[in-house]
């Protein structure tokens, strides 16, 4: 129980410290509800065109999000060295992970909300596949902050925490089949669509709000859970490699 207790006590740190910070909002808040309001309008306000767009920047809200937490909450209290006395508490290193992963996970969920409630004034989303959507957006929200985690401990600075997740951030725009098929894409592109962990979460969302997904939602759902427990895996190497050792 006191675990558990240190775990809450470590989120509502984060939720209060870090929120507001202005890469959060910038990042985190501001671009993707540009985005947003960008391809809606484009849209037209359309019922087809709506629906298109809507698993794509609702992925992009939670990629953007996530990213953009963690880039803070880990890099300033490791330049801080507040991290460091975190890391001599006593619980252990996975469930100390989990709470300072837990913040950027709500952040992102939160997030994913704002282009659905824009676009359920626009059109009628009482068709779609909730079921789906919704652990999507959670699987979504956390193989996104896996990656930032395993980006921010492998740096010391924010903008650094930031630039190296641009590098990753933007080519999933075009790559993971957000705005338009794969199967649009160059023939030697494909592969690397496929190697990107954002690829099958928009083509959930795909499916739960226009029927458009290409895979089935048992491999979608199968390939996100390894992915979460393949970045997860990475972080706490590298804080074990890195911060401990």
């Not at 207790?5 to 910070?21: G, P």
């Not at 824009?118 to 009482?126: G, H, M, Y």
Request: proline share 5%; charged share 10%; glycine share 6%.
């Amino acid at each position: 129980m006191k675990r558990w207790i240190a775990i809450w006590n470590i989120l509502k740190k984060d939720m209060k410290a870090y929120y507001l910070k202005p890469p959060n909002i910038s990042w985190g808040l501001i671009f993707p509800l540009a985005w947003t309001g960008m391809y809606f309008i484009r849209s037209g306000g359309g019922l087809e065109g709506v629906l298109e767009l809507l698993p794509g920047v609702t992925a992009i809200s939670i990629l953007f999000g996530t990213t953009s937490m963690l880039a803070v909450t880990v890099t300033f209290e490791k330049k801080n060295r507040s991290f460091d006395r975190l890391l001599l508490s006593p619980i252990p290193l996975e469930l100390l992970m989990l709470a300072k992963t837990a913040g950027a996970i709500l952040f992102g969920i939160v997030n994913s909300f704002v282009p659905i409630l824009i676009a359920a004034f626009l059109t009628d989303l009482s068709g779609a596949a909730w079921s789906a959507a919704v652990p999507a957006i959670l699987l979504c929200a956390v193989v996104s902050t896996l990656l930032g985690l395993s980006i921010a401990t492998a740096v010391s600075e924010v903008f650094e925490a930031q630039t190296i997740s641009n590098f990753f951030r933007f080519p999933m725009l075009f790559l993971c089949g957000l705005f338009f098929p794969i199967e649009q894409l160059p023939v030697f592109l494909r592969p690397l669509s496929y190697a990107l962990p954002l690829t099958y979460g928009a083509d959930i969302l795909h499916g739960a709000f226009s029927g458009a997904n290409v895979m089935s939602y048992a491999l979608d759902f199968s390939i996100l859970v390894l992915f979460c427990a393949a970045l997860f895996a990475l972080s706490l190497f590298s804080i074990r490699r890195r911060w401990i050792l």
